[in-house]
């Protein structure tokens, strides 16, 4: 058995492994939705496809990566050989999210036998379907909404599975973009797969499962110790959306679980408005984090306390044919509630652990067309910043990514200007009304672009018609908005829509909420 000092040199290159990861899909990708805002999840797993380690990138990309190497192992087990490398986007098989994000993973052998896996997700510009970058928003169904790749392999034992890459080619808009991305996402494996070999050729494959194992337990004593540190109980939420529908959860808190009950709510929605049963486990995963243990990497044994409760056919549990284009609105609304629901419950024992809520958005935007200049054909994908909640010490931060997002950045106006040929009139704060007595919401930001050619318009957003919620009695924050203006001055709003053509001189506006707010710490009555 190792001594402690190489299990911890060990645990410590499985993060660099998943870092480098990360690096090398930054560096060599070709979409600025990869290579400026970071919208990438890198990870390591053991052989089991638990989770090891992660690298930067987005917090509940991350939480795909185990679920997806565990779909592989379920179907493929017994006939996976060395130099093989999978890919899957299909969320009832393994996807997780919808058909743009592209999971790459790659089994790493020692001496016949698989150690470890390197995988990684990112967001392609454009995987086919009814509109231009793959967003549309008038669809019931999942097949509408582009190429479905259940688990596929890219390289069979080494050699390269040339009608898969010509097939994924042929059903985008984007071919040369998609498969520069997705030469990115094989690199990047192939980097994280090299390191992890050296590690077993150096240490020996045994101490590499000993530190993973070792690695593993950590998390589960560090999970459990924030478990202990939290209010026992039972704690329940109601919330109202957009859509006039009302979403429910139940959290119950004991010494020795954490359970989310989500089986109480909508059937799922006939628009691509549902996300899957993995989906709502990242949901739940990234709020027991957050709760628990806030300072680490995760692992297999962060969660280990945690149960999530689905009822399939539910918004939060879609059937295997229900759309799921626009499933991080749905996600990113039902990690805010939870986040609201426990804010509600810790009110009296931590008042300060959880600001009031933020702009809950990803607030997706898609603009496709070709360049004025050079005619080539682009997408921008564009999550968009917002403002995050107050406590009763300070104002709210803000305008930075949603929660989900964690530490990702907005395309430079340099870089959007210059690969879409369109116009960044202006980007400026929208700061939060004036609440006495109360610190403030951090404030959202107003956007707006104007075409110099022909495109087309695909976006979402939450908060449009219920605010960001407040702590206490203070006034609610914000709402988003999405505005068009056309070059002849007509102006239209939206929550949801796709395939909108948009002519030169046409403006899109985005305004993002402020976030909520919170009364003042100890202030006198009235």
Not at 246 to 272: C, K, N, Y
């Amino acid at each position: 058995m190792a001594d402690r000092f190489t299990l911890a040199v060990i645990e410590a290159g499985l993060e660099a492994a998943a870092t480098e990861m990360f690096e090398t899909l930054r560096k060599t990708a070709m979409s600025p939705i990869i290579y400026e805002v970071l919208d990438v999840g890198t990870g390591i797993t053991d052989a089991d496809g638990a989770l090891v380690s992660s690298g930067a990138g987005i917090p509940s990309f991350i939480g795909v990566l185990d679920k997806s190497v565990k779909a592989i192992l379920a179907r493929e087990a017994g006939r996976i050989a060395d130099g093989d490398v999978f890919i899957v986007n299909d969320p009832n098989h393994g996807g997780v999210t919808h058909l743009n994000d592209i999971v790459v993973a790659e089994p790493v052998f020692h001496d016949g036998a698989i150690v470890a896996w390197a995988a990684s997700i990112a967001h392609w510009g454009d995987i086919g379907g009814r509109t231009s970058g793959s967003m549309a928003v008038d669809v019931t169904e999942i097949v509408a909404e582009g190429l479905r790749l259940p688990v596929a392999r890219l390289f069979e034992a080494g050699r390269r599975n040339a009608a898969v890459f010509d097939i994924i080619r042929a059903n985008s808009r984007l071919p040369d973009f998609v498969s520069g991305d997705l030469a990115a996402q094989v690199a990047a494996g192939r980097r994280a797969a090299a390191i992890l070999r050296g590690m077993c050729d150096r240490y020996g494959a045994a101490t590499l499962k000993q530190a993973i194992a070792d690695a593993r337990k950590d998390g589960e004593a560090r999970a459990r110790a924030g478990l202990a540190r939290l209010p026992k109980g039972r704690f329940e939420i109601s919330e109202p959306q957009d859509d006039r529908s009302t979403w429910h959860a139940v959290i119950e808190i004991t010494d020795e679980a954490f359970t989310v009950d989500l089986r109480d709510a909508p059937e799922q929605s006939s628009g691509p408005h549902n996300t899957s049963r993995d989906g709502s486990v990242i949901a739940c995963q990234m709020l027991f984090k957050v709760l628990t243990d806030p300072e680490r990497f995760a692992n297999a044994g962060s969660f280990a306390p945690l149960t999530v409760l689905t009822r399939p056919g539910t918004v939060f549990h879609a059937g295997p044919a229900a759309a799921q284009g626009y499933y991080f609105e749905a996600r990113i609304r039902l990690f805010d509630m939870l986040w609201h629901c426990m804010a509600q419950g810790m009110a009296s024992t931590l008042p300060d652990r959880l600001p009031a809520g933020h702009f809950a958005s990803i607030f997706g935007t898609v603009i496709a067309g070709h360049h004025p200049d050079s005619g080539r054909a682009f997408t921008m994908v564009e999550p968009q910043m917002g403002g995050w909640g107050a406590t009763a010490e300070r104002d709210g931060e803000g305008p930075i990514y949603s929660t989900s997002h964690g530490d990702t950045f907005n395309c430079p106006v340099e870089i959007a200007e210059a690969r879409y040929g369109l116009e960044v009139v202006e980007k400026r704060l929208n700061p939060a009304p004036p609440a006495p007595h109360c610190h403030v919401g951090g404030p959202g930001i107003v956007t707006r672009y104007r075409l110099r050619a022909p495109a087309v318009l695909s976006a979402g957003l939450s908060h449009a018609k219920v605010p960001v919620w407040s702590h206490g009695d203070a006034p609610p924050g914000g709402v988003n908005s999405l505005r068009i203006e056309t070059a002849a001055g007509e102006v239209e709003t939206y929550r949801f829509v796709s395939g909108y053509a948009l002519q030169p001189g046409d403006s899109v506006e985005i305004s993002t909420a402020s976030g909520g707010n919170a009364p003042v710490a100890n202030r006198m009555p009235g």
